[in-house]
Nanobody, 111 residues
């Protein structure tokens, strides 16, 4: 059974940066599909970015140009580099691999 653990969240001022990490452990056969999602208070969970095993990426319009998703296939890890953070990026960020969710990591951006 695959388990995912996210880390790297925190409190940051607007314009700042954070790097989220997601580590997968357990019986891993395939981690595809892979992506980051977020859920703000009172809102539905939404897609942030996805990446294929071949490196193809897709981003939501709200983060395009500011966030970068990357993966480390050898170490079963997924990352999200977030630059130019805005207060509206405040949310709990979740890693998803092979349709399994991590517990999430909170990102709070102050204005």
């Amino acid at each position: 059974q695959v388990q995912l653990v996210e880390s790297g969240g925190g409190l940051v001022q607007a314009g700042g940066s954070l790097r989220l990490s997601c580590a997968a452990s357990g019986r891993i056969f395939s981690l595809n599909p892979m992506g980051w999602y977020r859920q703000a208070a009172g809102k539905q969970r939404e897609l942030v970015a996805t990446i294929t095993r071949g490196g193809g990426t897709n981003y939501s319009d709200s983060v395009k140009g500011r966030f970068t998703i990357s993966g480390d296939n050898a170490n079963n890890a997924l990352y999200l580099r977030m630059n130019s953070l805005k207060p509206e990026d405040t949310a709990r960020y979740y890693c998803n691999m092979a349709y399994i969710w991590g517990q999430g990591t909170q990102v709070t951006v102050s204005s």
